[in-house]
C-alpha cells in the first residue's frame, strides 16, 4: 500500500481524521497478514515508511507507525504518506547463551 492520507479537512475534526488513518492502516496489515503463507515462510514481515511525502518518508518498524503518523500531524502537517510493503519473513534463531560455570 503506497498512500496519502489528509490530516486536515474542513468539515472533520483533526482527531477523528487520525483515528480513521490509524485504523485504516490496521486494517491493511491485519488483512495481509490472515493471506497463506509460501512454503518456508514463518510470518509476513512489513517494509514501512511514513513521512510528510514520498520523497522524504522515513523507514519505520510497523509498530511504530501510529507514533509517526501522530508526528508528522503534531508537525503541522496537512497529510502524511504511508508505504507498507509486504515481504516473506524467517526467524532467526537466537544463539543460546551460556550459563556461567559454579567456582
Known sequence: M???FPLELP???PALLLDAVKHEIRKY???ERRKPLPDGVDFWD???KVGVAAEDAA????GDLEKAIGEVQAAGGSEVYVEILAKPGQRVKKAAE????AG
Not at 98 to 101: C, F, L, S, V, W
Open 98 to 101: 551460556e550459563a556461567p560455570e
Open 11 to 13: 468539515d472533520r475534526k
Open 29 to 31: 496489515l491485519k488483512r
Open 59 to 62: 523507514v519505520k518498524h510497523p
Open 2 to 4: 503506497k498512500k496519502k
Open 46 to 48: 512489513f517494509d514501512c
